[in-house]
């Protein structure tokens, strides 16, 4: 059993990406205090934590995020974009067919993400139920219209095909390295990761 976590490079001239710090800290926690020991009995094999870091560019995501799953096959897959105005994680439910910004790659877009398709894609009641015991978890059904949201649409089609079994996007608060506030983000996703992988 497989579970990939992601996070985003920095973008807008930003040093650093609160959802990439927040992804491998939650790695790295996972990593030692046993959970992929339980993870490996409790599905009868191996259990593997991959990370990735993706890009803030509106037309490699929709391809790069499919790539890795996939390669790596992996059961749940916990997307990370960082959001400001917010001092909790917040699970977005719903992805709008919309692109709207300047990325990564310097190109200034306002368009749909597939043309033709559905207004919106919305993350199955089951799963915001599952995460309803995360204390501190807030839950947002606006994920906006930047890479964020693109990738939140990309992970929900995959999970409708059958690609992966659980998928979510978690947007964390914009903080500063050694912020106060990371571990308690950080403690926050490890536990909804874990809720997710074991369900």
Known sequence: MTVL???FEPFRGRRHNTSWDVARAVTSRLRGNGFLTDAATS??????????????????VVRELPGLVQVRQPRVAVCLGERTGTDVPLLETRAVNAQVG??????????????????ERVLSPDVVRLLEEVEGLGVSDDAGRYVCNTTLWTGLDLARQGEVDRFVFIHVPALEAGDEGLR???????RAVEILARA
């Open 184 to 190: 308690r983000v950080v403690g926050r996703v490890t």
């Open 102 to 119: 300047r990325d990564n790659s310097g190109a200034d877009v306002d368009r749909p993400i597939l043309p033709g398709a559905e207004g």
């Open 5 to 7: 976590i992601t996070g």
């Open 43 to 60: 599905s009868g094999g191996r259990a593997s934590i991959d990370l990735a870091q993706l890009p803030v560019v509106f037309g490699t």
